[in-house]
């Protein structure tokens, strides 16, 4: 008989060199984020502009596919502070998502707090920002997830690759700002500019000389990562002349299609390939307003910045030749917006849950308080004598103040929510007609949603019109979830649920609810933690359009939260 312990098996030593080298191309990043007050002048002020490590927008951070990040926050603001990785899963590592009062209490002035979290399975853009009071105006940053080494995009390599991330900027202190706001119970003060990589361009004034510009050569296709990282408002952007291939969205390989404008809402990334197929010269890429709430003030300005070629033939006056100027969308333009959103597909046939375990139907929407008794004048000063709110199924969100929702899950501290969150409306209404005046008062709570590991998940997120319609970008963390449709008017599931995309839907963060309108979304619940769901124009996540899943481990170390680190930040 042969002896065998000294053959092997060479598909054994393939596999396993394929993971050694699977491992092997994994890096860990370390970085220092330093937040502190930088003087920052823009539109002729200088501001002390609470920012990381000095710059704004703050660093780019660029990994692969599977490579871990370790990134020290140290807090040298008079402002507590935290960060979330927008987009990231997070899996098992709930402890490093960010939302204060949520997965962690905030990082003190003076303190400092390290996360740690491994990028599984993404690829794209995705993008940093504080989630503390409204301090991501000016804190924020790019996060590019560049495929595993060896391996390639699922398009031609592009020449150059631009972050271009659209900000909102405010000729004041934006904490100053929201805190008037939630002093008086008015809608706070709309942003005095809008930025393209921190600036507002030639359009504004004492900016021109600092106008972000774009170089490209004739002929060469560029990658450009548009993210919205504005505040409080979606925004249309295009670039004169050129047409737009969109490739990616939130960190998901999209189906490409052509377009010459595009819509993001705050949160929303979009990857696009441009080729300079135009005659050598400049064009504007310009950013404005989508505004959907009829009624409601916004900013109306465009911020621009120059795509540049590098090839133009220069005369001496070239210098003040004015660059092409696009026309954008009007500012109501929904038929734009619609298409657009309408217009995304995964590249190719996707695994969606067909089986349902949990599904839930969440009214999204604005409202307004009374005025509290004994109440001042000056304190309600929304529409007449009230005060703004917004709600999740009628239940305005309140953060904890003495532990996060993750700790009390964990610790199972009593007394800091609740897991009553109604899986429907508590009353049935015409979501989008003309809604009773009765219903205009959400109650007040902190209250999460329970869900087994492993559930299937729909939620269809309905819009109101309490108050005023509008589009909202509703952002779940710790997960990315399918679109499978969208549509105006109320959800009706027989008639509705016909134009359900279950073949190839979309892979997002991040959804647009249509103003007025109503989004179907699914996931499969496989990431325990405490994970937020909420709007994010952060005017309505202060007012409480918000609300908080509890997934629960599942079966094994895999399928487990790993255990808080031990400079988790206390309250």
Request: hydrophobic share 35%; proline share 8%; with cysteine.
């Amino acid at each position: 008989m042969e002896d065998s312990r000294n053959i092997i098996n060479p598909l054994c030593t393939f596999l396993f060199l394929g993971m050694f080298l699977h491992f092997a191309s994994a890096n860990t990043h370390y970085h220092d984020f330093v937040v502190q007050a930088t003087p920052v002048k823009r539109l002729c002020k200088t501001h002390n502009t609470i920012t990381v490590n000095g710059m704004y927008p703050g660093p780019t951070l660029e990994v692969n596919n599977g490579d871990t990040l370790v990134v020290k926050v140290i807090n040298r603001a008079r402002y507590n502070v935290t960060i979330h990785w927008h987009g990231v899963r997070q899996l098992r590592s709930a402890w490093a998502d960010g939302p204060e009062f949520v997965t962690q209490c905030p990082i003190r002035p003076g303190h400092s707090y390290t996360y740690r979290f491994t990028i599984q399975g993404q690829e794209g853009t995705l993008w940093w920002h504080a989630h503390s009071s409204w301090l991501r105006a000016t804190v924020y940053g790019a996060l590019i997830i560049h495929p595993r080494l060896g391996e390639s995009y699922p398009f031609p390599k592009p020449k150059r690759e631009t972050p271009l991330l659209l900000g909102e900027w405010w000729d004041a202190n934006p904490i100053d700002v929201v805190r008037q706001a939630t002093r008086t119970g008015a809608a706070p003060n709309v942003s005095n500019a809008y930025t393209i990589n921190g600036q507002p361009g030639d359009l504004y004034n004492c900016s021109k000389k600092d106008t972000i510009v774009v170089p490209v050569n004739s002929g060469e296709t560029n990658l450009l990562r548009v993210i919205n990282s504005a505040l409080n408002q979606q925004l249309f952007f295009k670039i004169a002349n050129h047409k737009l291939t969109v490739v990616g969205a939130d960190a998901s390989y999209v189906k490409p299609f052509t377009t010459s404008v595009l819509m993001l809402g705050p949160g929303q990334t979009t990857d696009v390939l441009i080729t300079a197929d135009q005659p050598p010269a400049k064009y504007y890429i310009a950013a404005r307003a989508y505004a959907s709430a009829q009624g409601a003030p916004f900013d109306n300005t465009t911020t621009t910045a120059i795509l540049e070629y590098e090839t133009a033939p220069c005369p001496a006056k070239c210098t003040s030749t004015k660059p092409v100027l696009p026309s954008l969308p009007a500012f109501n333009d929904t038929a734009t917006a619609t298409a657009f959103t309408k217009s995304f597909r995964s590249p190719r046939k996707v695994e969606v849950p067909t089986e349902i375990d949990e599904n839930l139907f969440i009214t999204v929407g604005l409202g307004l308080n009374n005025c509290p008794r004994g109440a001042r004048r000056r304190n309600c000063q929304g529409p007449n004598g009230t005060r703004f709110t917004a709600s999740m199924n009628n239940i305005s969100f309140v953060l904890p103040s003495n532990f996060s929702l993750l700790q009390a899950q964990q610790q199972g501290i009593p007394g800091v929510f609740t897991a009553d969150f109604p899986a429907n409306p508590p009353r049935k209404f015409d979501y989008t007609g003309n809604v009773s005046r009765s219903l205009w008062q959400p109650t007040r709570g902190t209250k999460v949603y329970r869900l087994k590991y492993g559930a299937r998940v729909q939620i269809v997120l309905q819009g109101t019109s309490i108050f005023t319609a509008e589009n909202h970008p509703i952002h779940l963390h710790g997960y990315d979830f399918y679109i499978l449709a969208e549509g105006f008017g109320n959800f009706n599931p027989k008639r509705d649920t016909t134009k359900f995309n279950l073949i190839d839907p979309p892979l997002r963060n991040t959804a647009s609810v249509p103003v007025g309108g109503w989004t179907v979304i699914r996931f499969v619940a496989d990431n325990p933690g405490v994970w937020l769901m909420h709007c994010h124009l952060d005017v309505h996540i202060t007012w409480g359009l918000a609300m908080a899943f509890v997934v629960e481990n599942g079966v094994g170390e895999l399928q487990t939260l790993e255990p808080p680190p031990v400079d988790l930040p206390i309250c």
